[in-house]
């Protein structure tokens, strides 16, 4: 709890230095006209409309959240290019004037350096949304708006801030000058976030996709299954990604980046149990009350959730897999590799330690999707899909783990072969895209297509799609039109059952290559007496 103290000397410094100057002054000024200019703005078109269609009309009910709305997206817009003009530079600008290396040498330390500047940039942000409460205050005065839906906005946009300023510091403790420490932060954090706010926004203001799993579990009113105000669950997504974000630039600004290796590596077990579990319990409790051959139902099986919530952890598998193999390391990689499943090796950043706390997550997932179907199947014991809750767990969780694993070790190969993290989570992105080709130049057909292309049998290393056609072929009173038309290479054999066997091959193949490649490289690298390194014994 030392880390965010409100009497950090850099959060304090911070303040002072930016409310000192004219420039804090500036961007409220343009912020607030802005804002102003909008509102005008929108004023006028709607009373262009209902001046066509004639006063009276149910338009002159929506005009308070018709503004309130376009002012919401407004706040987001401007929250996505101020914040990261603010942190992107909080760190490269103290290694131009070499004053951080006088930070170092004093007691505080680098989470409470980063977490100073955070909170900085977020309590500057916190200045600007509130100076926009007039503004707001003038929906109130023309109906349609309640403070219940103001301070879901408000939150929410501070939660982004605090996305955004995160991912700035975090470029900015990567980077060395200011200007790229800019771009990269716009072209990493901001492009990326422009379709998915548009998506957010258009789904909270026009009610679209309540009927949608995912749109509901993310933007929806309940939350682990209690009520919450809407955007609550994402907002809480939201600020522990950006704890994440800020932990991994205060490792890399420590000189022993594996001592922030716990808490990372926690905090993200929590992101993922968190999106899993409130996915399940949503996706169940929808499943379970839909009746069997019903034509509105758009969720799909149960299974299929447990599909959507492997991705995440596809996703974050390269992060973790890949790393720096030391000579000390090489030259006894079996011993090394068996360090990684011990209590001290997971809490370590070294590359061994990759594989076991994947899998682990992988394993916990699996556990919270039994316990949210066991729970929704006690809850809907009158349901008739009741029996369908769980689904075919075993075969899908056994591919979930060969899949993690394979791909785990594939990165541990391409690290060591490139000797680069970078260049083997780029390779790793290309993995990703060929598992998106059958899809993408059309190899799976429309059912009644007689062309067939052996793209087609790339689908065997696509676990996501794997685990839901085994969910709808294995699964009864599933309606049909999800099956793919087209036959696999190795039909009749499950699908599921090739790919596990594929996926544990690659895993074997990558780890004797892996083996082999590092025992030729020690030879040739060579070590020191003094080099650091985990500890093997």
Excluded at 95 to 114: A, H, N, P
Excluded at 265 to 283: D, E, H, P, V, Y
Excluded at 462 to 474: D, F, Q, S, T, Y
């Amino acid at each position: 709890m030392s880390i965010i103290r409100l009497d950090n000397p850099v959060l304090m410094k911070e303040m002072r230095v930016r409310m000192r100057g004219a420039r804090a002054y500036w961007i409220l000024f343009g912020f607030l006209s802005v804002l102003s200019v909008v509102l005008v703005l929108s004023y006028g078109v709607w009373l262009q409309t209902v001046a066509r269609a004639g006063f009276g009309s149910s338009q002159v009910s929506s005009v308070g959240i018709a503004l309130f709305g376009t002012l919401s997206v407004s706040l987001a817009a401007l929250v996505l290019f101020i914040t990261p003009a603010i942190t992107s530079g909080a760190i490269t600008i103290e290694k131009e004037q070499r004053t951080l290396d006088m930070l170092f040498v004093t007691r505080i330390s680098c989470g409470r350096i980063v977490a100073g500047k955070l909170i900085a940039a977020l309590l500057f942000t916190g200045l600007l949304l509130l100076s926009s409460l007039p503004l707001v205050s003038i929906c109130f005065l023309l109906g349609g708006v309640d403070p219940g839906m103001v301070l879901s906005c408000f939150v929410s946009l501070l939660a982004l801030s605090l996305l955004l300023g995160a991912a700035g510091l975090m470029c900015s403790s990567t980077v060395r000058s200011t200007s790229v420490a800019v771009v990269v932060t716009y072209l990493t954090a901001v492009l990326p976030a422009i379709p998915l706010i548009a998506v957010a926004a258009i789904a909270l203001f026009s009610g679209r996709g309540q009927d949608d799993p995912l749109s509901e579990s993310f933007l929806g009113s309940n939350f682990l299954g209690v009520p919450v105000p809407q955007g609550a669950a994402l907002a809480t997504y939201v600020v522990i990604l950006a704890l994440i974000l800020a932990g991994v630039a205060a490792s890399r600004l420590d000189t022993r980046p594996e001592r922030h290796a716990p808490y990372l590596r926690g905090m993200t077990a929590l992101l993922i149990s968190l999106i899993s579990l409130n996915l399940f319990i949503w996706w169940d409790s929808a499943w379970a009350h839909v009746p069997p051959g019903s034509a509105g139902q758009s969720s799909g099986p149960s299974i299929t959730a447990f599909a959507i919530a492997l991705l995440p952890i596809l996703i974050v598998t390269p992060i973790f897999a890949t790393g720096e193999l030391l000579p000390s390391e090489a030259r006894k990689f079996g011993r090394y590799m068996f360090s990684g499943f011990s209590p001290r090796g997971l809490m370590t950043a070294r590359m061994a330690s990759g594989l076991p706390f994947m899998l682990g997550l992988t394993l916990l997932v699996v556990g919270l999707y039994a316990g949210a179907g066991a729970w929704a199947a006690h809850a809907a014991a009158a349901s008739p899909r009741r029996a369908d809750l769980i689904g075919p767990l075993l075969p899908a969780a056994v591919l979930a783990l060969a899949t993690v694993g394979g791909l785990s070790l594939f990165c541990m190969l391409l690290s060591v072969i490139c000797r680069s993290r970078w260049v083997a989570i780029g390779g790793v992105v290309c993995c990703f895209l060929v598992w998106c080709t059958p899809f993408l130049v059309g190899a799976t057909h429309m059912p009644g297509s007689n062309e067939e292309t052996p793209l087609i049998n790339l689908l065997y290393l696509e676990p996501l799609h794997e685990i839901g056609e085994m969910a709808v072929k294995n699964i009864p009173n599933v309606p049909p039109g999800h099956i793919l038309a087209n036959q696999l290479a190795l039909d009749p054999i499950p699908d599921y059952l090739v790919s596990t066997v594929l996926w544990i091959a690659i895993g074997g193949l990558s780890l004797a290559a892996t083996s082999l490649f590092a025992q030729y490289d020690s030879r040739g690298r060579g070590g020191n007496r003094y080099e650091s390194g985990v500890s093997i014994e």
